[in-house]
C-alpha cells in the first residue's frame, strides 16, 4: 500500500508545486502543517502534532487506498534492505542497515491481508499494532487504518493464506 504514496502528483505537492517547476520530491507530504479530515475521523487536532511524518505519511496512504482500490497487491521480497532506508547516493556507512535475501514473493487480492502476512514475515508479530508499539512506535500503523476503514482484516487468524507458511518465509528485519 505505501507504493501508492507514489500517486500523489508533484505537481501539486512536491517542494517547488508553486513555481509550476514541479520537479523536486513529495517531501511537503511528510510535514503537512495541516490534515483537513480530523474532525471527520472523530481526532481532536490537539492528539496529533502538526508536521508528524508519523501521522501524515500514514494517513495520507490510508486516504489512497481508500480513494483507488488496490486489486492484486504484490510484495516483492526477493531480495530488500533491512535496519531503515537508505539512499543510492548515502555515502555514510550505516552498518545497521544490510541487505536481505528473503527470496519470498507475497501476493493477495486483498492488500490489507497482504500487507499484513509480509510484516509478520519480517517479523513484526502484531501487524495491527497501536502506535506506540513496536514497530510503530512513533508512526500511525497504515495497515491498522485501512483495516480500520472496513478495507480488509489485518487479523492474521482471519486471513486464509496459501502456499509457504509464514513460520517459512520468516526472516526478522
Given at each position: 500500500?505505501?507504493?501508492?504514496?507514489g500517486?500523489?502528483p508533484?505537481?501539486l505537492?512536491?517542494?517547488?508545486?508553486?513555481?509550476?517547476r514541479?520537479?523536486?520530491?513529495?517531501?511537503?507530504?511528510?510535514k503537512?502543517t495541516?490534515?483537513p479530515?480530523?474532525?471527520?475521523?472523530?481526532?481532536?487536532?490537539?492528539q496529533?502534532?502538526?508536521?508528524?511524518?508519523?501521522?501524515?505519511?500514514?494517513?495520507?496512504?490510508?486516504?489512497?487506498?481508500?480513494?483507488?482500490?488496490?486489486h492484486?497487491a504484490i510484495?516483492?521480497?526477493?531480495?530488500?534492505?533491512?535496519?531503515?532506508?537508505?539512499?543510492?547516493?548515502d555515502t555514510?556507512?550505516?552498518?545497521?542497515?544490510?541487505l536481505?535475501?528473503?527470496?519470498?514473493?507475497?501476493?493477495?487480492?486483498?492488500?490489507v491481508?497482504?500487507?499484513?502476512i509480509?510484516?509478520?514475515c519480517?517479523g513484526y508479530?502484531?501487524p495491527?499494532a497501536?502506535?506506540?508499539?513496536?514497530p510503530?512506535?512513533?508512526?500511525?500503523?497504515?495497515i491498522?487504518?485501512?483495516?480500520?476503514?472496513?478495507?480488509?482484516?489485518?487479523?492474521l487468524?482471519k486471513i486464509?493464506a496459501?502456499?509457504?507458511?509464514?513460520k517459512?518465509?520468516?526472516?526478522?528485519?
Open positions: 500500500m505505501k507504493n501508492l504514496f500517486l500523489t508533484v505537481s505537492y512536491d517542494s517547488e508545486a508553486e513555481t509550476e514541479a520537479i523536486a520530491h513529495r517531501g511537503p507530504l511528510h503537512l495541516e490534515y479530515h480530523l474532525e471527520l475521523l472523530g481526532i481532536k487536532p490537539e496529533r502534532q502538526y508536521g508528524d511524518s508519523g501521522y501524515s505519511v500514514p494517513n495520507i496512504i490510508a486516504d489512497i487506498v481508500k480513494a483507488r482500490p488496490i492484486l510484495v516483492d521480497g526477493i531480495t530488500a534492505v533491512s535496519g531503515g532506508e537508505i539512499l543510492i547516493t555514510n556507512e550505516r552498518p545497521e542497515v544490510q536481505t535475501a528473503p527470496g519470498v514473493m507475497i501476493a493477495g487480492c486483498n492488500p491481508s497482504t500487507d499484513a509480509a510484516t509478520a519480517m508479530d502484531d495491527r497501536e502506535r506506540g508499539s513496536w510503530f512506535e512513533e508512526c500511525d500503523n497504515h491498522l487504518l485501512v483495516e480500520q476503514a472496513g478495507l480488509g482484516p489485518a487479523d487468524d486464509e496459501r502456499g509457504m507458511s509464514i517459512k518465509a520468516f526472516l526478522p528485519y
